[in-house]
């Protein structure tokens, strides 16, 4: 399997851009996290879905951010108007619920900039 | 909210060297991990350990639930297990709460 994979790796865009963030997850895996990394406040959890579902939204700092999942194989993070302070390096994962397996896989990030 | 806490913020150790890794949560958990941030970003996950004890090569975890800690142990150390180690925990579901991390730097 080739892991979470998330893409852009790096994006800088304008300030009051659109800004879209794409994550594959793991095939059969079905739950699937974005986090938000920034020096300042650490790995916060934004969202997260199940079975393609979003469970909790309680992390979404704005309603300039939204996610979907429109299928099992894969989620959107939308930033719209972007602003500096949304700067950081953003992560998905995803993870099996059955016991003994939680252990969460990450992808490798997409490190935005807002000029 | 459950609050996350590890020490030390930060640790140095010579090539060789064994150390221990503590993560203390302030609730009950039914979800807890560990994870290496290895010096390019990439998050790793070492063990998934609400309770017990796991040993994966020179790494082992143990997690005592009931008195609400775990620790990371590290033998042998080398210049490769350098990055940030971070304890994660959840009470309900799969909603996982990151602590601030172990930052550890291993010299050769």
């Known amino acids: 399997d080739a892991g979470v994979i998330q893409s852009p790796r790096h994006e800088v865009t304008e300030m009051g851009q659109e800004v879209t963030l794409r994550c594959k997850p793991i095939s059969g895996h079905d739950y699937l996290f974005w986090y938000r990394q920034t020096m300042m406040r650490g790995l916060e959890l934004l969202i997260y879905f199940n079975n393609n579902v979003p469970i909790d939204d309680s992390g979404m700092p704005e309603d300039r951010f939204s996610a979907k999942m429109p299928n099992a194989s894969f989620s959107t993070l939308k930033i719209q108007p972007s602003e500096p302070r949304d700067s950081a390096v953003y992560f998905c994962?995803?993870?099996?619920?059955?016991?003994?397996?939680?252990?969460?896989?990450f992808g490798s990030g997409t490190r935005l900039t807002v000029v | 909210g459950i609050q996350v806490e590890q020490s030390p913020p930060d640790l140095i150790l010579q090539e060789g060297a064994n150390s221990t890794l503590r993560c203390n949560f302030s609730d009950s958990v039914n979800n807890l991990q560990w994870f290496h941030q290895n010096p390019w970003g990439q998050l790793i996950n070492l063990f998934y350990i609400p309770s017990g004890t796991k040993q994966n090569g020179r790494l082992s975890a143990t997690t005592v639930a009931t008195e609400r800690y775990s620790l990371l142990y590290i033998s042998s150390s080398q210049t490769t297990d350098s990055g940030v180690y971070f304890c994660a925990v959840g009470t309900g579901g799969f909603k996982t709460i990151f602590g601030a991390g172990t930052r550890l730097f291993v010299k050769a």
């Open positions: 994962a995803s993870s099996l619920s059955s016991a003994g397996v939680g252990g969460y896989t």
